[in-house]
């Protein structure tokens, strides 16, 4: 588990990462151009090693969720059995920052591997270049099914499907715990459909 913004080392290992569970082989020389050239990164070769099994990969992004805001950090009142299940079961990071501490910006480094002078998301209301790369569509690449749910938020207040995710279940700008308005909705797959009760659930 990472903070909500990451360094471009920290992305690294996390593509690093899903492609190993997944058999893949990005090349460094591919990896190094498109976290340092430009905001319009150049396309990726994988390559599946033999033998290896794809496995399912889970991000989990809690956006504005302080580092030591979960029980088994020995936080005096938040319960979060299922984050404390992941931690256990997994890798907890103990040394990660945000490089940016906004919303928008530190989603689009996540989400790009670049810094925000690159990937330009500088506040809440720019968005993402057409053109650059998400780290989905690394997964993609090597055949794999992705899929986003939740708050995109990332510059601007659209909730349009984003290049690297096959499903796709959004909101604009920050959106409501319950619709505001009857007419109220959520985009599903490109499609306006009616947010029906609390967000959280609809979600998840």
């Known amino acids: 588990m990472c903070s909500r913004g990451v360094s471009i080392k920290c992305w690294v290992c996390w593509v ?18 498109s976290v340092s050239v430009s905001p319009v990164p150049a396309d990726v070769q994988v390559q599946k090693i033999a033998g290896s099994k794809p496995r399912n990969v889970v991000f989990i992004l809690s956006d504005d969720h302080r580092y030591d805001a979960m029980s ?6 938040a319960e979060t059995p299922h984050l404390d299940s992941l931690a256990s079961n997994g ?42 790369l998400f780290f989905p569509q690394y997964l993609q690449k090597a055949g794999y099914a992705t899929g986003f749910i939740g708050k995109w938020h ?23 715990y319950f619709p505001p308005n009857p007419n109220y909705t ?5 499609k306006r459909v ?3 009760g609390y967000i959280t659930t609809l979600l998840t």
Request: hydrophobic fraction near 35%; charge should be negative.
């Open 194 to 196: 009616p947010q029906d």
């Open 72 to 77: 088994f950090m020995g936080h005096q009142f």
């Open 154 to 176: 990332m510059g601007g207040h659209h909730d349009d499907p984003r290049p690297g995710f096959d499903y796709w279940v959004s909101f604009k700008g920050q959106g409501n």
């Open 186 to 190: 959520i985009n599903v797959n490109g």
């Open 16 to 33: 690093a990462l899903a492609c190993s569970a997944m058999g893949v082989v990005v090349t460094g020389a591919e990896l190094e151009r």
């Open 91 to 132: 890798v907890h990071f103990e040394n990660a920052f945000v490089t940016t501490s906004l919303c928008s910006p530190s989603r689009a480094s996540i989400l790009t591997g670049l810094y925000t002078f690159r990937h330009r998301v500088i506040d809440n209301n720019r968005l993402v270049p057409e053109g650059t």
